[in-house]
Structures are given as C-alpha cells and as structure tokens.
C-alpha cells in the first residue's frame, strides 16, 4: 500500500472488535515508533505497552470513557523532557513534537497492517504517572488504544489545500 493510501485509510476508531494484537504487529507499531525522527536525534520517547485485563482498567480510571475499554492494547506514549533538545532561541522543549511525530509513525503503521487507533489526548496526567510509576521527567502525552476495528472508516472531512497553504509569504 502506498503512504497516500494508508494516510487516507486511517481515521480515529473508537470500536473495536473482541480479538487480541498479534505480537509481531505490535512489534511493527513500536519500531515505527523508535525509527521516528527526533530533535537533534535526542529520542527522548518512551512507550508503555498496556495489555493486561488489570492495566487496562487503570486506563479507564485515567480516561473514563466507555469505548475505550474494548481496545486490547493502549500504547502509553510518553516524552522525556530530561532527553529533549530545547532550542537555543526562545529555550522551547521539542518533546511533545518528537512525540507527536513517533505516535503518527505509529497510527500509520497500524493502519497500514490493518490495525485502527485512535489519538487520545484529553486524560489525566497526573493519575497517569502515579497509576504507571513514571518517574518525575517523563510526561504521559499520548493514549494510543489499539485493535481491529468494529466500525467502517466514516468520510473524512478536510479543508480544501487551497485554504491552509501559502506560497512563499503568510
């Protein structure tokens, strides 16, 4: 499948059917992840890999959503802000941008081997760290959960290219 067409065929899926990830497709998901480019090549992303019946209720108790609860695998995306390049300029910290591109990395790939995600970023935080003992300088960003999809791909709505690029000036 070309890139145009895996990009086109993902969307947010918020269903999934009862039927487990097979390893090795989660080990693809997790190396697109590692082989997303960085800042300064500082890779300051980890993942936590959530799959457990007993896990899996912690992420309910973080992100209360019912859906959520019929994924068999969230990815637990997380940035380390102790590793990420700052830049010189204005001191801006890049690790939501490294891990921002690893978790599209990652979304692609499970589309492309017939996986559906969703990007989930409205959670708590704080009850993440604690719940998944992460240590002070790593930050929960991402919630990605994982499966077969239970629904079809609705129609994507997108502004036309004409409205969002401009040449050469704003």
């Known amino acids: 499948m070309h890139l145009q067409q895996v990009i ?40 936590i890999v959530v799959q ?17 609860s019929t994924a068999p695998v969230v ?12 830049r010189k300029s204005d001191g801006k910290d890049f690790a939501d941008v490294d891990i921002s591109i690893a978790v599209d990395h990652m979304i ?6 017939g996986l559906g ?7 708590d935080v ?3 760290s604690e719940l998944f003992h992460m240590p002070g300088e790593i930050e929960p960003v991402v919630l990605i959960p ?6 079809s791909a609705p129609e994507k709505k997108r502004k ?7 040449w050469e000036t704003f």
Request: with cysteine; hydrophobic share 35%.
């Open 8 to 47: 086109k065929k993902r969307f947010s899926v918020r269903n999934f059917k009862n039927s487990p990830v097979e390893p090795e497709k989660l080990k693809l998901i997790l190396e697109a992840g590692r082989l997303a480019p960085s800042a300064v090549n500082f890779q300051p992303c980890d993942f």
């Open 108 to 113: 692609l790939q499970a589309a492309e081997i």
């Open 52 to 68: 457990q019946p007993e896990n899996l209720k912690k992420i309910q108790e973080v992100y209360p959503r019912e859906w959520i």
């Open 126 to 128: 704080k009850k993440c």
């Open 146 to 151: 994982l499966g077969y999809s239970a629904v």
């Open 75 to 86: 990815i637990i995306a997380c940035s380390n802000h102790e590793k990420s390049w700052k």
């Open 160 to 166: 036309p290219l004409e409205e969002i690029t401009h």
């Open 117 to 123: 995600s969703c990007w989930v970023c409205n959670f």
